[in-house]
């Protein structure tokens, strides 16, 4: 039960029913749940193809039903707004006609030549991946994880700077695609949304005490700049807060050269154990 970066990139590539609306195959995982991460991105992709000539600069996601990976996703795209430099869009993700994932995502006109105040925080120190070793794609694929892992996360490689155990839990990483990627901001930004997702559960749950049981309930990303895909990609992430069963997970992405490329927020949710 595994996938590769090919395997990712075919689900990514729609099958287009008509101006607004888009199939989409999801990835085998345990208990046949959808992978937020992933479901997510296709839908960034499928607003894309509503927005042509312009690029993600923005996606905020609710995750409301688990669905079923063995099925595939419908998914219709909204036009919210279509303005000179802005295009909002609303995706709606379902199965059966029950709602899995509502998305909110805005594209902008890149003006290069438009009178710009930039400023970005620094990347925080790392040591090279290249001198760190070889991990998981994901906690829930380490070696004492329980029966059923994620498998379908093997897509990316990683290293683990270091990992604290304790709220924040900060826990810094270098990751990159298995694989080369094709040159297209559209892909790159639902890769780098994909992947942000997957990893962000990660301090949020070792801040709780490792709790098994947990849900994502919604994501954002703000895009800042592209990705270099080619090239391995540093992700700080920490949970700076956990109240009434939910836990804030956040992280800043960077190119290696330290480009700031993402912000990124989201939240899970932690019920209460069964007796």
Sequence with gaps: M???????????????????????????????????????????????????????HSVHTYFLRPGDARLPVDFEVVDLQEGRTFS?????????????????????????????????????EAPDPETLPRVAPHLAESEDSRAGRWASLRWFERRVIHAEDVPPARSPMWWRPDGAVPDDPVLTASLVAYLSAVTLTEPAIVAQGGVAASAQRDHSVWFHGPAVLS??????????????????????????NGDLVCTVRQEMYFPARRS
């Excluded at 199965?95 to 925080?124: C, N, R, W």
């Design 231 to 256: 090239d391995w990609l540093l992700y700080d992430r920490l949970s700076p807060s956990s109240a009434d069963s939910l836990a804030l997970a956040s992280g800043t992405m960077f190119n290696r």
């Design 2 to 56: 595994s996938s590769s970066l090919d395997d990712v990139l075919a689900t990514l590539s729609l099958t287009r029913v008509d101006d607004w609306n888009f199939i989409g195959q999801q990835l085998p995982a345990p208990a046949n749940h959808i992978l937020g991460g992933h479901i997510s991105a296709q839908a960034l992709f499928a607003a894309s193809h509503t927005a042509p000539g312009r690029v993600p």
């Design 88 to 124: 909002a869009r609303r995706v709606t993700a379902r199965q059966h006609g029950k709602i899995l994932m509502e998305t909110m995502s805005s594209f902008k006109v890149t003006d290069p030549a438009a009178a710009q105040v930039v400023y970005q925080p620094t990347m925080p």
